[in-house]
Nanobody, 124 residues
Framework: QVQLVESGGGLVQAGGSLKLSCAAS????????MGWFRQAPGKEREFVAA????????YYSDSVKGRFTISRGNFKNTVYLQMNSLKPEDTAVYYC?????????????????WGQGTQVTVSS
């Protein structure tokens, strides 16, 4: 089982930046992919970004492509989400997730381990 703990959320003005971190423990070495999803108030959770854990190209939703970057820590079981040029519509709870068997997926159902979420609020 993989345990995920997110950090780094907060309040930022539009146009600003935040960097989210997700520390993985347990069966992290066996994760096929790590990703980020978000859920805004009154909306369903949606895919943001993901990457194969053993290497490979990351992939993004169209709404964040060019602004957000997902990356893996060099020496720790950590995945990051660098968020630049933030917009008020990026306001959401951001969740880190792990897929144990699927290397490329943006489907929530393919990710079986989830963190507790971290709030990101972008003011206009």
């Amino acid at each position: 089982q993989v345990q995920l703990v997110e950090s780094g959320g907060g309040l930022v003005q539009a146009g600003g930046s935040l960097k989210l971190s997700c520390a993985a423990s347990g069966r992290a070495f066996r994760a096929a992919a790590m990703g980020w999803f978000r859920q805004a108030p009154g909306k369903e959770r949606e895919f943001v970004a993901a990457m194969p854990w053993s290497g490979g190209n990351p992939y993004y939703s169209d709404s964040v492509k060019g602004r957000f970057t997902i990356s893996r820590g060099n020496f720790k079981n950590t995945v990051y989400l660098q968020m630049n040029s933030l917009k008020p519509e990026d306001t959401a709870v951001y969740y880190c997730a792990a897929s144990l068997g699927i290397f490329y997926s943006s489907r929530e159902s393919d990710f079986t381990s989830w963190g507790q979420g971290t709030q990101v609020t972008v003011s206009s």
